[in-house]
Nanobody, 122 residues
Framework: QVYLMESGGGLVQPGGSRRLSCTASGSIFFSSYALGWYREGSGEERELVASITTTGKTNYGDDVKGRFTLSKDNADNTVHLQMNSLKPEDTAIYYC???????????????WGQGTQVTVSS
């Protein structure tokens, strides 16, 4: 049983900033995993926003590079997604994701949060 608790969604103006947080808790007995965020816009497929592995390796989606930053608090398995210079096209449901994987990056399984809405609009 893995629980992903999300916070930080809401309405923000274009050019503004927002911070999402996700805390993983429960039966986490994995030595190798990635924790981060995916998003799903209206009528679009779910796509990677940002993730970070237990070894500190980060990965960002092309559309958010240079604007979003993912950081990790190792002590409590929490990640923070700092979103700056937000655009209307960033509007989506954002899902926290824990991906169990090998040290080579091979996917073994996924756990998902319930999703939090981020709306960028004037």
């Amino acid at each position: 049983q893995v629980y992903l608790m999300e916070s930080g969604g809401g309405l923000v103006q274009p050019g503004g900033s927002r911070r999402l947080s996700c805390t993983a808790s429960g039966s986490i007995f994995f030595s190798s995993y990635a924790l981060g965020w995916y998003r799903e816009g209206s009528g679009e497929e779910r796509e990677l926003v940002a993730s970070i592995t237990t070894t500190g390796k980060t990965n960002y989606g092309d559309d958010v590079k240079g604007r979003f930053t993912l950081s990790k608090d190792n002590a409590d398995n929490t990640v923070h997604l700092q979103m700056n210079s937000l655009k209307p096209e960033d509007t989506a449901i954002y899902y926290c994701n824990l991906r169990v994987q090998t040290e080579d990056g091979l996917r073994l399984g996924d756990y998902w949060g319930q999703g939090t809405q981020v709306t960028v609009s004037s």
